[in-house]
């Protein structure tokens, strides 16, 4: 097990290095160079001038990316230039709703799409299949925008049953330490704000997890199609064993596999792939925030969540790999 983490750390290294190398020069072959970008209309040649001596773009090329990788070694992503105020700082406050919104998604998209594509695969070729690979095929090709506005409209505006945007209630008065609504709720007995925190999840969660869902169902239905006409299954069932045990044991424990490295990379594009969802919903994580900076030109912020969603990857990487060994002893022998 130490063995894979290392060997897996060890990887990230030079993953990280080529990642900064890459970001680094395109900043600086940005039309006219970084500062121009970063004026726009406003680009002077004084004020070009300006720029380059304050964020040191006049300076030779490698001493520039030395200092680049100085500062985020030291947790320096830069400062926004929308808001002022430092990019992991900003990072840091958003990032609660984003995770809070991402685990909703992911319940959603597992709690239905492992048992959904088992049973399509147990019941092959018929009603339940058919059924589960045609609304597979609509959750993968219908885009989230217009899945969150269809779910805002009905359930928001058309019945009232849940509330259309936000993240809580204004006029609730409830107090926030760790920026997670819904467990500040908890913490602090105050289930009224728990309770509405969660309501605030439930539609931009479903929107969001609607894509992972469909590619779970269709990777599980394969998974279990093909682990279940496999030697040691028909073994298994040669001499006797229950089968109850056959299905836990043999067949859903190692079509698993496929299905956790999924699961691992659905996460990973849940987490930044919620731009158009928090936009829809006016939810203030980190997705909208990206919006924003992506319009206002906000680089700093741009570079910031790229090496956040690289690190990300890599962590949710790393714990896929640990569930391998623990799902498959053969992983830890090798």
Do not use: C
């Not at 926004?80 to 991402?102: C, D, H, K, Q, Y």
């Not at 849940?162 to 008065?173: K, V």
């Not at 069932?237 to 956790?260: Q, S, W």
């Not at 996460?267 to 992506?294: C, K, M, Q, W, Y």
């Amino acid at each position: 097990m130490l063995r894979v983490i290392g060997k897996r750390i060890a990887l990230l290294i030079p993953t990280l290095f080529g990642l900064s190398v890459l970001l680094f020069l395109w900043v600086r072959s940005l039309p006219g160079g970084p500062a121009t970008a970063l004026l726009g209309e406003k680009a002077t040649p004084e004020a070009v001038a300006r720029v380059n001596e304050l964020y040191g773009f006049d300076r030779p090329l490698l001493t520039q990316y030395f200092t680049y990788i100085g500062k985020l070694l030291q947790g320096d992503f830069g400062v926004s230039i929308n808001t002022g105020r430092p990019v992991l700082e900003e990072f840091a406050t958003r990032f609660p709703a984003t995770v809070e919104l991402t685990i909703v998604a992911l319940i959603f998209a597992i709690g239905i799409g492992v048992p959904l594509g088992y049973a399509a695969a147990r019941h092959y070729g018929r009603f339940v299949d058919h059924s589960s690979v045609v609304l597979s095929l609509i959750g993968i090709t219908v885009p989230v925008f217009f899945l969150a506005f269809i779910f805002k409209y009905l359930f928001a505006i058309q019945w009232s049953i849940l509330p259309p945007d936000g993240r809580q209630n204004p006029r609730i008065n409830a107090t926030h330490f760790t920026d997670f609504y819904v467990l500040d709720g908890l913490l602090t007995g105050e289930w009224d704000a728990a309770w509405d925190a969660f309501l605030h999840l439930i539609l931009p969660g479903l929107a969001l997890g609607t894509i992972p869902l469909a590619i779970i169902v269709r990777i599980t239905r394969a998974s279990v199609l093909e682990t279940q006409n496999a030697d040691y299954v028909r073994t298994a069932r040669a001499k006797g064993l229950m089968e109850r045990t056959i299905r836990g044991r043999f067949i859903l424990r190692n079509a698993m596999l496929p299905v956790v490295t999924t699961i691992g990379l659905q996460l990973g594009l849940l987490i930044s792939g919620a731009v158009l969802t928090e936009t829809v919903f006016a939810f203030n994580g980190i997705g909208r925030f990206l919006r924003d900076a992506i319009f206002g030109l906000d680089y700093p912020v741009l570079q910031g969540f790229i090496i956040f969603i690289a690190i990300l990857y890599a962590i949710i990487n790393l714990l896929v790999d640990i569930s391998y060994s623990i799902i498959d002893p053969r992983v830890r022998v090798q």
